[in-house]
């Protein structure tokens, strides 16, 4: 599981699949796919995969099933829920869940984009502010002369 984090796509809708394969592989990704939650369970566990994408339901579960996987303790891999609802109730039930995020299907590739800015930024927060030197730097960062934040007396 070494190397670069990939890009999980799982979804049983093949359409959906290619449509988010192709904004990803735009930007230079060469995402995996699942279209079972038993597909998706067996390459978290062997692949080093740093962000999912995932249908809000699937043949054989939901984004429910897979939030559990991917928030173990030795995973935590972020998971982003996508949705052809839209539904603010359903948002901030994923959210509360633990997704990353949920996005509208179909995609558009500014907010697939963003998704994997916003994870790449969150991961480095975590190996940078849980790192001992990270957190002293961290502690002094200046930004024009002031500070950004002080997360480290938290």
């Known amino acids: 599981m070494n190397g670069r984090p990939q890009i999980l796509v799982v979804s049983s809708d093949l359409d959906q699949r290619r449509a988010l394969t192709s904004i990803l592989q735009q930007e230079g990704w060469s995402p995996l796919h699942a ?12 692949r080093n995969v740093g962000l999912v994408f995932c249908e809000r339901r699937l043949s054989d579960g939901t984004y429910r099933d897979l939030l559990s996987v991917a928030q173990a303790p030795e ?3 972020p ?12 948002y901030l039930e994923a959210m509360r869940l633990g997704a990353f995020d949920v996005i509208a299907v179909p995609c558009r590739p500014t907010d697939v984009e963003w998704m994997v800015i916003q994870a790449k930024r969150e991961l480095l927060l975590i190996l940078f502010v849980g790192h001992p030197l990270g957190r002293l730097l961290f502690r002094g960062w200046l930004c024009n002369g002031k500070a950004l934040f002080n997360v480290a007396e938290k």
């Open 35 to 46: 279209s079972h939650l038993t597909e998706c369970r067996d390459l978290l566990a062997k």
């Open 75 to 77: 995973r935590r891999v």
């Open 79 to 90: 998971v982003v829920v996508t949705s052809r609802l839209a539904d603010w109730d359903e």
